[in-house]
């Protein structure tokens, strides 16, 4: 008797499937080398260890917002789009994230909407039921300050806003739980 084959997937499922690895290996690959450039060249505007760029705008809901405004409390810093499929998959996790560690450790998370429209942001949110303000970045300024190269690109700043940690790609819980204990209360 011939042993049995495991069923295999077609070609075109296949091949989408490297294109997607491809696309999330070239992405990452940029990405650490422009954070590494940007670390290197002196240029670079938020550092470990230092102070986060300020941070001032219009949530997608039209309200005022300031990052400086969240002293004193530990700020999960993302920036997201709605195409972005690792953001899809990180947003339940901050929201969970956001349930247990709001009331215990007063944590703030805001998202700051990248390369966008309003209103497949808008739509982003009510679908993942994000209860925490995402600014919007028209001109690209805050993801300039934030050497932001492609969502997600996730900054973890303690209490004296001061960045402890960087995700650059999608948070996964053991990721979140690492990044924030350099923050937490």
């Keep these: 008797m011939a042993p049995s084959r495991a069923p295999s997937l077609p070609a075109s499922r296949r ?7 491809a696309v999330v290996a ?11 450039f940007a670390a290197r060249s002196g240029k670079a505007e938020v550092r470990l260890g230092s102070a986060v760029p300020p941070l001032a705008g219009t949530t997608l809901d039209g309200k005022p917002f300031d990052l400086a405004s969240l002293r004193g409390r530990p700020v999960v810093l993302n920036f997201w789009a709605s195409w972005c499929i690792p953001c899809r998959d990180e947003f339940p996790l901050f929201a969970e994230r956001m349930k247990t560690l709001g009331p215990r450790d007063n944590l703030a998370i805001v998202g700051v909407v990248y390369k966008d429209q309003d209103a497949s942001a808008q739509a982003f949110l009510t679908k993942f039921g994000a209860i925490w ?11 300039s300050a ?4 492609a969502p ?17 790609g999608e948070v996964r819980a053991s990721d979140f739980d690492t990044q924030y204990a350099k923050i937490a209360p």
């Design 152 to 168: 997600p690109q996730t900054y973890f700043i303690d209490r004296d806003g001061v960045l402890r940690g960087l995700q650059i």
């Design 133 to 143: 303000p995402s600014v919007t970045d028209p001109q690209g300024s805050f993801a």
């Design 15 to 21: 091949s989408a499937i490297r294109i997607a690895i």
């Design 26 to 36: 070239v992405a990452l690959a940029v990405g650490a080398v422009a954070v590494t």
């Design 146 to 149: 934030y050497r932001v190269v």
